[in-house]
């Protein structure tokens, strides 16, 4: 390596914990000092490629200096500990050397790219800096050359006798090109720049540069150039977060020849995921014992009001989560952490903007509502608790967007102890006012956890302040796809419980909810195999050309099979497990509706891993058209199953819809 600064390993593969200013000295040393080396650029791409061709790593390690061009690389850099490492990106890179260049008299010489395309990049450098000298230009056919044809290539780079050879044949072409002829070419420095020549040229468009450094520009050249790129961000994107997981979290170390050995990451990491499950353990175990503490002490009729509104808090917490949360954990995750807090503080402009009006408007509903006796009440406990809980989600989540998953289970522990302890005071004094007080102890204990975690978190030190527009529209542009498949998601399965309490009162919105709480571990084990699944399919598709093999249905069998198993667990024990959770009463009389609960657990399971499926051949948008046809079967035929079969007919329902999204995907897949 040609520098001092140091260096990490991803996935086998060296890179250089250096920035844009230490990569441009190091190079214009190279060039003063008559030394010579060549510079590889590595992204994503790169590091698979080598990961999968050992020659391919083996150039790697032998260049000069590799830099990080992708955040996904200065991201591993960072958690690896070089907190200085930035990205050093090839484009940018390349005008760094030619202002260098025009600046010192280096000689530049273009090779690479199609027909005429190096020509247009040098008179595109020369006229954005006058004074730049350009050695020559070419580019190889595209085929292999001959031993002589070759010769007389490396012959005429030489005697334009450039300094710096701009090489723009592609990843890992060009790489190879560079190892092979470095001993016989006379310039000093060769540099991989790839996509550069046709960024400057022109013929591609290039990510806007809040999408680069949010670590989204593969998203953005997937948009342009799907039919080319499709493998390379839907297929490689995925493995590599897997194995760098891996590879952090000390399960899977990928090691080079010489390298030194460093302690395992298993014990830097160790503390982390210890606190993450803590946190994820405490909220959903708090929350799961509080619902059925409620479902226990109340009336069916006000446990199915209450899960009525819960299901608007969620449609509600979704255009939040979509629009704020989710864009946080990719775009605050790109931005120093010196810049969080003030991030998180514009931020909090935007929930203010989002939750306000809605809990000014249910609490506002709450006045002039005519019902049951408990909803205006639920109403305006629901309107104080999306502003609160909603902060709670947001403040939560910064914590990870930190790294700082002990901090989010100090906040968890106090909603946790909050939530219990609120709902251990109303059991003891009035039980029968749980439902109403529901909302209102999780706006207290969100509140709690909101004030833990904002110190620690800087925002007490922050003015609030609007979001800049350009965070608006990067937040927008990444969230609006997750908000439409989102919705979509909703419709088809949270829209039944308004329906049956306004075709069959609000006991049968309860027995619906009751009984659906029975397949959430199923779901929740299933979510977390596909999402391991996903990396193994993918590496599995790809060996078949893209389409799915026999490992692939033998998971979706897989999926389906346990899904069929815990089905029938809950046919044979539905009943005893309502009682116990519930108690004697208007549930456990529900026990002959768990047949149609599990078929519908299974028709979920099997779309789900057909989801998975499409998503390893690199076709998520067939998963959006299958949630969007569940949508519309609920909005077509909703109302008359219900009206018909009751709860039943809802069951019936999302059987349907989750059989009609098993259908579209299974078309897509054969169509594809």
């Known amino acids: 390596m040609g520098t001092d600064a140091p260096s990490f390993d991803v996935l086998g593969v060296r890179i250089d914990a250096v920035d844009p200013s230490i990569a441009l000295e190091t190079v214009e040393r190279w060039i003063e000092s008559r030394t010579a080396g060549y510079v590889c650029v590595a992204n994503v791409h790169a ?113 334009a006798g450039p300094d710096i050879v701009f090489v723009g044949l592609g990843c890992p072409k060009q790489e190879r090109w560079m190892a092979a002829h470095r001993d016989r070419l006379a310039a000093r420095v060769l540099v991989g720049v790839g996509a550069a020549f046709d960024f400057h040229t ?45 590879q952090l979290l000390g399960l899977s170390r990928a090691s080079r020849p010489g390298a030194v050995p460093q302690p395992p990451a298993w014990r830097r990491w160790r503390m982390p995921v210890a606190w993450s499950v803590v946190d994820q353990g405490l909220l959903s175990g708090s929350q799961f014992l509080f619902n059925v503490l409620i479902a226990r002490w109340v009336p069916p009729a006000e446990y199915g009001l209450l899960a009525v509104a819960y299901a608007g808090f969620v449609v509600a917490s979704g255009l939040h989560s979509s629009l704020l949360v989710e864009p946080m954990s990719v775009l605050g995750a790109a931005r120093p952490s010196s810049e969080l807090a003030r991030y998180l503080g514009r931020l909090m402009s935007g929930h203010l903007a989002l939750t306000l009006p809605v809990g000014a408007a249910l609490v506002a509903a709450s006045l002039l509502v005519s019902g049951p ?40 522990a106090v909603y946790a102890a909050a939530l219990l302890g609120g709902a251990a005071v109303v059991g003891w004094l009035s039980p029968a006012s749980a439902a109403r007080l529901a909302f209102p102890l999780m706006a207290g204990a969100a509140l709690l956890e909101s004030i833990t975690l904002a110190g620690p978190l800087g925002l007490w030190r922050q003015r609030v302040r609007p979001m800049e527009r350009a965070e608006i529209a990067a937040h927008w542009t990444y969230g609006r796809w997750i908000l439409t498949a989102g919705a979509a998601h909703n419709v088809a399965n949270l829209l039944y419980l308004p329906l049956l309490w306004a075709v069959l009162g609000l006991q049968a919105s309860a027995v619906l909810r009751a009984l659906q709480n029975l397949v959430l571990p199923l779901q929740q084990g299933l979510s977390a195999v596909t999402l391991l699944a996903l990396p193994w399919l993918s590496r599995r598709a790809s060996s078949r050309g893209g389409r799915p093999g026999a490992a692939a249905w033998r998971f979706v069998l897989a999926c389906v099979g346990v899904a069929l198993a815990y089905g029938l667990a809950l046919v044979a024990g539905g009943g005893r497990l309502l009682g116990l959770l519930y108690g004697p009463g208007v549930y456990a009389s529900y026990e002959w509706c768990v047949p149609l ?71 897509c897949l054969r169509r594809r």
């Open 47 to 159: 590091v698979m490629e080598a990961r999968r061709d050992e020659s391919v790593r083996r150039v790697y390690d032998h260049a000069k200096l590799t830099v990080p061009d992708g955040m996904p690389l200065v991201w591993v850099g960072r958690l690896s500990g070089h907190p200085g490492v930035r990205r050093v990106y090839g484009p940018d890179l390349t005008l760094q050397l030619c202002r260098s260049a025009a600046r010192h008299g280096y000689r530049c010489f273009f090779y690479g790219g199609g027909p005429g395309v190096a020509e247009e990049l040098a008179a595109e450098m020369s006229r954005r800096f006058p004074g730049l000298p350009v050695a020559g230009t070419g580019a190889p056919p595209f085929r292999t050359l001959t031993a002589e044809e070759e010769a007389e290539e490396i012959g005429r780079i030489n005697r």
């Open 202 to 246: 022109g013929r591609v468009r290039q990510a806007p540069r809040w999408m680069m450094n949010a670590g989204l520009e593969w998203l953005f050249r997937l948009g342009t150039e799907p039919r080319r790129l499709w493998y390379r961000y839907l297929v490689y994107n995925p493995l590599f977060l897997f194995h760098v997981a891996l």
């Open 373 to 412: 006796p408990p909803m205006a009440v639920i109403l305006a406990g629901l309107g104080v608790a999306v502003p609160c809980v909603l902060l709670q989600w947001l403040l939560r989540q910064a914590c990870y967007v930190e790294a700082r998953s002990e901090l989010a289970a100090r906040g968890s």
């Open 597 to 667: 609960l599990a078929l519908s657990a299974v028709a979920a399971a099997a779309s789900q891993a057909l989801g998975i499926v499409t998503r390893a051949r690199g076709e998520p948008d067939a998963v959006l058209w299958s949630k969007l046809a569940a949508a519309a079967f609920m909005l077509v035929f909703g109302f008359r199953l219900v009206s018909g079969l009751g709860v039943v007919g809802a069951l019936l329902g999302l059987a349907a819809s989750n059989c009609l999204e098993t259908v579209v995907l299974a078309l």
